[in-house]
């Protein structure tokens, strides 16, 4: 990890796991936390659960599996370069989306309309709920026991309802702090990673095209310097050098203010981290731009008339299945069925069908509704 600024965090400042453990023998704790999420079912399924493709229309678009690994070397690109904990950043950006249903942001959408009689649903509280208790790999405890810090990471967003019910890990939502930096850095890096692989998916599908990205500042500016430079590039070529200078400049302008708010706060301490406004930011010139990308690819790409086709499937799906486990529990494998009898029938619905991938929840649609499938 290098040297660690003071307000870092490190395993001697760290508030530890909920079960205490040995202390492991050849890594620190959080490159401990980084492998048991890396080995985790969770982290394995992601291979097979949707960004903004469904799995099965390419095999060369973002899953949220190596999203998160995008994620994880940006958000330690940047964490070396403010002297934070790298591995703590890691572990987080490698979890972030561990709860995430099936077709990505309309799975999460319609599993919340069910579940909102029964508290609703969230894929950060999901993703928290899987390390804490869902995975069964260890003897000793439920769950991954992994380090506070972690599992204050993955937290990203929380209602003070559920925060209340958090203990410890949901007070920073109670008391308006902040989590560490390195948790900072993995919001934003989300950021930086979805945006901009979004517009190489847009363009890899046809779905968006070069003609309207050029009235998009942050796209047309970078792709204006690659022609510069290159002026005679392919037409791929030329797509994976903009984004590759889009993503370089969102990373530089995020270092320089960074720095430049850490400085002026002035925090000697990890506590002094958490009393201080967000330090972890973009100037507000890039994040006028990133807003406009966002938007862009609100309009133009996330409200497509063929990713709605799809979205609209997916909904579907979700809300059948639900509706059939939550009407006869029994059609539940025999492990939910248990976490039925001890929580409710509609989490434990909830809990099954935010695990699947997107091919598994076809084929468990169709082995419910379809005739002749079993």
Do not use: W
């Amino acid at each position: 990890m290098g040297d660690l600024a003071p307000y870092a965090v490190d395993d001697g400042n760290s508030r530890g796991r909920a079960v205490p453990e040995p202390r492991p023998k050849a890594r620190g704790e959080f490159q401990r936390d980084r492998d048991r999420i890396v080995h985790s079912t969770a982290f394995r399924r992601l291979e097979y659960k949707t960004q903004v493709f469904v799995n099965h229309e390419g095999d060369l678009f973002r899953t949220r599996l190596t999203h998160s690994i995008e994620v994880a070397q940006i958000a330690r690109s940047i964490a070396r370069a403010l002297h934070l904990n790298d591995d703590l950043v890691e572990a987080i950006a490698l979890a972030h989306d561990l709860g995430h249903t099936p077709f990505g942001h309309a799975g999460q959408d319609a599993l919340n309309e069910c579940m909102q009689a029964h508290g609703g649903f969230e894929h950060n509280l999901q993703s928290l709920r899987i390390v804490d208790r869902l995975e069964e790999r260890y003897g000793a405890f439920d769950g991954l026991n992994l380090m506070f810090e972690t599992r204050e990471g993955i937290l990203k967003h929380c209602s003070t309802a559920r925060a209340r019910d958090l203990g410890e890990l949901g007070r920073r939502f109670l008391d308006g702090r902040r989590p560490s930096l390195e948790a900072q850095i993995c919001n934003l890096a989300d950021e930086i990673a979805y945006n901009n692989h979004d517009v190489d998916d847009g363009l890899r599908s046809g779905l968006l095209t070069l003609e309207q990205l050029e009235g998009v500042s942050l796209f047309a500016r970078h792709a204006a310097e690659a022609d510069a430079e290159f002026p005679h590039m392919p037409g791929r070529r030329r797509v994976h050098e903009t984004i590759r200078r889009m993503i370089d400049a969102l990373v530089t302008d995020l270092l320089a203010e960074s720095a430049r708010r850490i400085s002026d706060a002035a925090p000697r301490t990890l506590d002094d981290v958490r009393a201080a406004p967000a330090l972890i930011a973009f100037t507000d010139t890039m994040q006028a731009e990133n807003r406009l990308l966002k938007g862009f690819l609100r309009d133009h790409l996330y409200q497509h008339y063929q990713v709605l086709r799809m979205t609209n499937k997916a909904r579907r799906i979700i809300h059948d299945l639900f509706g059939a486990f939550v009407e006869d529990p029994r059609l539940l494998p025999p492990q939910y069925l248990e976490k039925a009898a001890t929580e409710s029938v509609a989490r434990a619905a909830a809990d099954y069908i935010a695990g699947m991938t997107d091919r598994y929840s076809v084929k468990e649609h169709r082995r419910l509704f379809s005739v002749g499938e079993l």
